[in-house]
């Protein structure tokens, strides 16, 4: 895939190089895919070059890009310096402290337990070798959030829009979706980028909604349900369960949800892992 401009072509990985969007047209359409944002706060990763920043900046009411590369940064500081709209914090995204960015302010009359931020949109072009550590760090805020659209390798993306019993359906599918609705929305040519990547690129949107009261389970303990759930892929749920549950437990919670103990992660729909999980109720060895 197309690594994102937040990826630095430092001494210490050579191999990922930096690929710039150049197609002014596939920006826009990327752009466009955000909807409106002319009253709202968008939050860029990896702008590199800032062919998708310059639009937003006409575009949005708040622009905070953040980029890694540090020359990019400070080139991106310079040219949009007279925009008070935009900001560019030079950082990793895994490490920034978005409670800081988009949280209630030290003294602001909208602090305290009552605080509801102002749902943000987040724009990006991800590095494939840490797309999915992004994609769950943005969904572990997701309180800040409304919508994610986000260009990653093909293949990742079939991976996240994927259903249940489908070949791509995993974890990470299982996850997103519980946090929200995934929508592919096009496919890009290594052509669209210089240079140009060997693999082609799908931009996907995640409208947040998150399912876990209508599935009646809480996020810490579901979560880590469904990373036991699919601990080993090709083990049948039965084999992956009975490491932290009892088995006369476990076979009769198969039983009450309707699931069969031959059946493996993948071909279950959430609803039917959420119907297991309350079934066991919160309890594992």
Known sequence: MPKGAAISTSRHKPKLGQHFLTSEAAALRIVEALGDVSEATVLE??????????LLARKSRRLIAVELDRVLSAQLRMKFSMRPNVEIIEGDILKIELDTVFGAKPGSLRTGLNFAPEPARVIGNLPYYITSDIVLRLLEYHRYFSTLVVMVQKEVADRLAASAGRRDYGLLSATVQLYGRVEQLFTLPPGTFSPPPKVHSSVVRITIKPRLESLRVPEAEFIRFLKLCFGQKRKTL?????????EDGLRAALAKSGVKPSVRAEALP???????FRALGDGGS
């Open 270 to 276: 959430l609803e039917k892992t959420a119907a297991l």
């Open 238 to 246: 039965w084999n992956n369960l009975k490491t932290a549950y009892d």
């Open 45 to 54: 990763i990896g702008p590199g070059r800032g062919a998708i920043t310059d």
